[in-house]
């Protein structure tokens, strides 16, 4: 006989400790994007006045300086050009590609991951984002500046360095894309 007491009694019997046939939500935490801060956390020396090299072409090297991780001692280089955006989220993006996120992830965390930019300084979104991700100047050339464009180039972030910031460092999407549009007089504003 279907339906009798027997039955839905095992229907609504727990199953593997929850009340019903679905898994439970976790409430997922998300990082603060406090952009000042974030800024402020990328301790490389503001740029005073102006600089010599006005091209659009940057080349950017981040270094992992881990005993736990093995990395390319040679750094991870990035361009601008290579579809990535800036220099330096191009190499964030190779060195994610090379590593994979959870190493990348706890490199950042240890506070292991520097950059080298010279020529030019860091434009205010890249240095922004360099601190937010815990990254600090390798040397004293290193420099950055409150202005968003130093050559031309949309700033912008790569389809996998979004994933990452998604993912493993528990960042809003739209906070990322919110950043991305953010013109000079915001940062100015803001800063």
Same mark, same amino acid.
């Given at each position: 006989?279907? *339906?009798?007491?027997?039955?839905?009694?095992?229907?609504?019997?727990?199953?593997? #400790?929850?009340?019903?046939?679905?898994?439970?939500?976790?409430?997922?935490?998300?990082?603060?994007?406090?952009?000042?801060?974030?800024?402020d956390?990328?301790?490389a020396?503001?740029?005073? *006045?102006?600089?010599?090299? +006005?091209s659009a072409? %940057?080349?950017?090297?981040?270094?992992?300086d881990?005993?736990?991780?093995?990395?390319?001692?040679?750094?991870?280089?990035?361009? @601008?050009? #290579?579809?990535?955006? +800036?220099?330096? =989220?191009?190499?964030?993006?190779?060195?994610?590609?090379?590593? *994979? &996120?959870?190493?990348?992830?706890?490199?950042?965390?240890?506070?292991?991951?520097?950059?080298?930019?010279?020529?030019?300084? %860091? %434009?205010?979104? %890249?240095?922004?984002?360099?601190?937010?991700?815990?990254? *600090?100047?390798? @040397?004293?050339?290193t420099r950055?500046?409150?202005?968003?464009?130093?050559?031309?180039?949309?700033?912008?972030?790569?389809?996998?360095?979004?994933?990452?910031?998604?993912?493993?460092?528990?960042?809003?999407?739209?906070?990322i894309?919110?950043?991305?549009? =953010?013109?000079? &007089?915001?940062? #100015?504003?803001?800063?």
């Amino acid at each position: 006989m279907s *339906g009798s007491a027997d039955d839905s009694a095992k229907r609504a019997a727990p199953q593997g #400790n929850l009340t019903s046939g679905r898994p439970k939500r976790s409430r997922r935490e998300y990082r603060e994007f406090d952009v000042a801060e974030a800024w402020d956390s990328f301790a490389a020396e503001e740029q005073s *006045g102006d600089h010599d090299d +006005h091209s659009a072409q %940057c080349r950017a090297v981040i270094f992992v300086d881990s005993d736990e991780f093995d990395s390319d001692p040679e750094g991870y280089e990035g361009q @601008t050009g #290579n579809g990535h955006g +800036h220099a330096e =989220m191009d190499a964030l993006d190779f060195l994610i590609a090379s590593m *994979g &996120n959870e190493a990348v992830a706890e490199v950042l965390q240890e506070g292991a991951v520097t950059l080298d930019f010279v020529g030019k300084p %860091c %434009c205010v979104q %890249c240095s922004t984002m360099l601190g937010l991700l815990n990254i *600090g100047p390798r @040397t004293p050339a290193t420099r950055k500046s409150r202005n968003t464009m130093l050559a031309g180039g949309a700033w912008s972030v790569s389809l996998r360095l979004k994933t990452f910031l998604t993912d493993k460092w528990n960042m809003k999407e739209s906070d990322i894309q919110d950043f991305a549009v =953010m013109d000079q &007089n915001r940062f #100015n504003r803001t800063l």
